[in-house]
């Protein structure tokens, strides 16, 4: 059997034994690694989160970031680590629908995690440094197919979510552009204000309020319908490039193995902290969509999203060598 039908038998066990799982409570700090840098749209969710998730459980709800390699270094962390209930990733597409894709050896298997709950749907937006003289994707396009590279792209990692869509701009644009690596938005977001980077998609949450004070701009966003808190940004459907409609799902998954009725009790407390108002608010307030998700319906989340990410690779032979 291949690892991602482990991975997903694994689930639907898990989707049947949580149904007769007896309450957990924990009794010591429950620990969750974010794969990505402090500032970033990921860990920015992750620490209201665990606020919530805190006061529910009882007990300190403790972020540990661990940017580097596409999220590889904290989902490899988390995979090695005990089976308790106590170890959590804040998981995203990138964890178990990118990265498996573009590299043929990892130091971890989807089969290595369970779903615990899903979060959150985030579309992208494509920022753009303030001094370069384009105002849409066709023009953005014009203007690198003109000069072959001369523009570049930030990316958190070679088979980040970001790389991904950077990587189908570039090839729209005859492949004239030229990917520049991160360790996490906060200074790829920096190199995009200094012009050290031309391009970059980033999550909306860490995006859309620097837009707005004009430290960069944005010419596109990559969900289907414009964003609420951006009605003048518009979408790449709008624009004529429904390729780079792609968005990706976080959520928290835990070490195969993790008791079912941890994963059980987990579940309902961060279902319930999404459903807080000002969880909810800060989701919706920034072009996100809440989700609030057994673990079975995560299953399905993730499976339909691999979908998406495969046929967007299917375009594109990026290699983490």
Known sequence: MSPR????????????????????????????????????????????????????????????????????????AVAKAPADGYNLLFATSTTLSIVPLVQKQIPYSPSQFM???????????????????????????????????????????????NHVLGALLSKAADESMVSVHYVGAAPALTALSRGDIHVYFDGIPTSIHKVANGEYKAIAVTSKTRVPGAPNIPTVYEQGFPELGLSVWYGLVAPTGTPQNAVATINTAVRSAVADTRVSGLITRDGSQPLQLDPQAFQQLIEQDAVGWREAFSKLKLKLD
């Open 115 to 161: 779903p615990v709950a899903g979060i959150m749907l985030m579309p992208f937006m494509l920022d753009i440094n303030k001094d370069l003289p384009v105002n849409s994707l066709k023009e953005l396009v014009a203007a690198s197919r003109a000069k072959p590279g001369v523009l570049n792209y930030g990316t958190l990692g070679n088979g980040s979510s």
């Open 5 to 76: 039908k482990i991975f997903f038998a694994t689930m639907t066990f898990l989707v049947v034994a949580c149904a007769q799982a007896a309450d957990w409570n924990p009794t010591r700090p429950i620990k969750i690694t974010v794969p990505y840098a402090a500032g970033g749209s990921a860990d920015v969710i992750a620490r209201v989160l665990a606020e919530r998730l805190q006061a529910q459980l009882g007990q300190p709800v403790i972020i540990d970031n661990r940017p580097g390699a596409g999220t590889v270094i904290g989902a490899t």
